[in-house]
């Protein structure tokens, strides 16, 4: 088992020798885990030499204000927001959106190794910022079937997705998603009104995308631009990066230096536990690629990566002696899913030794679901079973890593427990409750 990081933080900033890099068996492991989620940013280039897809994109709305003769002074030709803004301005929302269009349209079905190579590995998750179509095509190319999701700021958002597996992958496009041009974040006021939607909720992102984020324990940025002043407050307010949690992000060497260069990446040491190495993005994802497949057949070939085949995961079901009838329906539907699911009714055997069954049987399995009810509620201050086991799992759940060991599931208007007040409750009242459950168990036990 991987062992704990140290809680301490530290800043690496590394020559540009990609052997530099300290922590490639963390990475590696998380991948394999399908614990790591990637992170794209608008700042990843095609290839090593160059060729950002957003700078072609910024490239073409200054030729527009060229040719309105609009006032380019003061405007970096790579800040995007900015340009788009300017171009608003000038030419109006429809024809930002239309070079939008036409720009996401020459892109389409263009190979990049970059991407090829981050095609390879199994990621399950993958959120990006940047509206190119790079990822989604290396993913087809890789015969992959990636589920092409987007957040839209000013629109309806889906409450849950599909489920992310190595072979159908979520692909996220935080910022909209070019198909869709209103759901497009581009322009520096679009980008406060995207901000102030995530931070208001309104509307919400996915649930099962927003649990996965926020309980996420490794994420590996590429091109993110840790120096925007906006990625802050992003990632404050996905609440991503807490504690327990470790983060890798790469980005390209850059020459800018100095106290405001330093302080940003103070920030994300001290206050996200980053570590941040500075390098070719694309050689970085070259040799992550050859680590995790020594045999690969080279550049472009996505050859396929599959986790080793595992027992499906147990789960024991906690309930009041009222609700057995309710849990049987329960442990029913979790084995249907393909799940282990064990209830006392089902697995206890005459003669066995109750304490030391339970007792062993709770510490062997890999979830503890809880179902609370009135029924459960009335016997939580009596000496009882149920209240017994629910000790044993609270005790167990301190020297396992995995997270969401316990996950109490409310059946009926019952209150939640009190020590269990601090854990997220799945409510099956809902129509997607049974759903969410599964989704739950198997994401964490990396059986999705």
């Known amino acids: 088992m991987e062992s704990r990081p140290a809680t301490g933080a530290r800043t690496l900033v590394y020559s540009r020798a990609i052997v530099a890099f300290e922590y490639w068996d963390k990475l590696l492991f998380g991948i394999q885990r399908g614990e790591c989620i990637l992170f794209l940013g608008p700042g990843l ?26 006032d380019r002074a003061g405007i970096d030709a790579g800040d995007l927001a900015r340009v788009s803004q300017r171009y608003l301005l000038q030419e109006g929302e429809i024809f930002l959106e239309d070079e939008l269009t036409h720009w996401h349209e020459e892109l389409a079905g263009q190979r990049s190794t970059l991407h090829d190579d981050l095609a390879a590995l199994p990621f399950r998750w993958i ?15 890789a015969d992959k079937t990636p589920a092409v999701e987007r957040y839209h700021y000013r629109g309806t958002n889906k409450e849950l997705l599909p489920e992310p597996t190595i072979e159908a992958p979520v692909l996220f496009h935080l910022y909209g998603h070019a198909a869709e041009p209103r759901s497009v974040v581009l322009t520096e006021t679009q980008l406060l009104d995207f901000l102030a939607a995530l931070i208001s909720r309104n509307p919400p992102l996915p649930n099962d995308l927003n649990e996965a984020l926020t309980n996420g324990r490794l994420f590996l940025f590429l091109g993110f631009g840790l120096r925007q002043w906006y990625l802050r407050i992003l990632l404050h307010v996905l609440k991503v990066l807490r504690h327990g949690s470790r983060a890798f992000a790469v980005e390209t060497l850059e020459e800018e230096t100095g106290p405001s260069s330093n302080d940003a990446i103070l920030f994300y040491q001290e206050n996200f536990k980053v570590a941040t190495h500075h390098d070719d993005v694309c050689e970085f994802v070259k040799e992550l690629r050859s680590r995790y497949l020594p045999s690969s057949a080279g550049p472009g070939v996505a050859a396929a990566v599959r986790r080793p085949a595992s027992a499906a995961p147990k789960v024991f079901i906690c309930h009041a002696s009222e609700d057995r009838q309710r849990a049987s329906e329960i442990h029913d539907a979790l084995k249907q899913a393909g799940l282990d699911p064990w209830l006392d009714q089902e ?38 079973y149920v209240n017994k086991e629910i000790k044993v799992a609270l005790r167990a759940e301190d020297w396992r890593l995995v997270k969401h060991f316990i996950i109490p599931v409310k059946i009926d208007d019952g209150p939640l427990l009190e020590q269990l007040g601090g854990y997220h409750a799945v409510d099956l009242g809902r129509q997607e409750g049974m759903r969410e459950l599964v989704r739950a168990i198997k994401r964490q036990a990396g059986a999705a």
């Open 45 to 70: 280039p095609l290839a090593s030499s160059g060729g950002e897809p957003q700078r072609a994109l910024t490239g073409r709305l200054l030729k527009g204000l060229d040719r309105g003769t609009g």
């Open 127 to 141: 959120v990006t910022s940047s509206h190119d179509p790079c990822m989604e095509t290396a993913l087809r190319e």
């Open 347 to 384: 697995s206890l055997r005459g003669g066995d030794r109750w304490d030391a069954l339970i007792e062993a049987t709770i510490k062997g399995v890999d979830h503890f679901v809880v179902l609370n009810s009135r029924a459960l509620a009335a016997k939580s201050r009596e000496a009882s």
